[in-house]
């Protein structure tokens, strides 16, 4: 069982994270200065009872790795767009190690929980257009991955939440679609000039992937998570674990 006095940072890291997700939801942007008001209440709070326990280290320890750890996948997500994560979901991470200490790993196993959640996705996107039929004019292997990573939309009700998934391409006066997989973070200009070619052509719909906030899964991993650790858990995997090494 976790001390008592680690609930009430959980509950206020728990509120503040949802106040996140309303927000990109609603502004697509996450506005840093409630969680770094609150990281500076919490990291003295946690300190004055992590001294009294004597395992100050620790706490300092997994803010050091945790830093590190989103370090790394920063310089990744400016390598290539595909391990792209946006600074203020990251910066979410390093608040999570400050708020909630309970253990050394904990914000990287939110971290790695948030991305098993996405994974989810693709498989509830394949089963809605299976179910719904929707099926695009390309070949088999382009049709099948579309149907993992995206869904047919109306042109007109695309917006800055979703990425196009086709490039339409007006070439001597032919229309010419072409599949895009590469995902664009920041789809207005693209999406703009989307809807005034579709107009021209009267093309009604396209496929597109939804750009879900990386924060919602950051939420509900941050939830899960703490009740694993809340029933001590990962002491249960890690006795089973031994066992067999």
């Known amino acids: 069982m976790m001390p008592l006095f680690l609930y009430p940072m959980f509950f206020l890291t728990f509120l503040c994270l949802g106040y996140y997700v309303y927000q990109d939801y609603k502004y697509r942007e996450i506005n840093i200065l409630p969680m770094f008001i609150l990281s500076i209440f919490a990291f003295i709070y946690n300190l004055i009872f992590f001294i009294k326990l004597g395992v100050w280290q620790s706490y300092f320890l997994q803010i050091i790795l945790t830093s590190i750890f989103v370090g790394v996948i920063f310089v990744l997500g400016k390598i290539t767009v595909f391990a792209y994560i946006g600074e203020g979901d990251l910066l979410a991470i390093i608040f999570i190690s400050i708020t909630t200490g309970i253990t050394i790993l904990f914000a990287p196993f939110v971290f790695l929980g948030a991305l098993i959640c996405v994974l989810f996705v693709p498989i509830m996107l394949f089963l809605y257009n299976l179910f719904a039929k929707n099926s695009a004019d390309y070949n088999f292997v382009n049709n099948f991955l579309l149907m ?3 869904y047919p939309a109306t042109i007109s009700k695309i917006n800055k939440f979703h990425t196009p998934l086709e490039k339409i391409k007006d070439k001597n006066g032919k229309i010419n679609k072409e599949v895009n997989f590469i ?5 207005k200009l693209e999406i703009y000039e ?5 107009k021209i052509n009267n093309i009604k719909k396209i496929w597109v992937s939804p750009l879900i906030p990386f ?3 950051i939420f509900i991993s941050y939830l ?8 001590d858990w990962f002491s249960y995997f890690g006795k089973f674990a031994i066992l067999y090494i």
């Open 148 to 150: 993992f990573l995206g």
């Open 183 to 187: 995902p664009n973070t920041d789809p």
């Open 194 to 198: 989307l809807k005034k070619v579709a």
């Open 215 to 217: 924060i919602v899964p």
């Open 224 to 231: 899960i998570i703490f009740v694993l650790s809340f029933f």
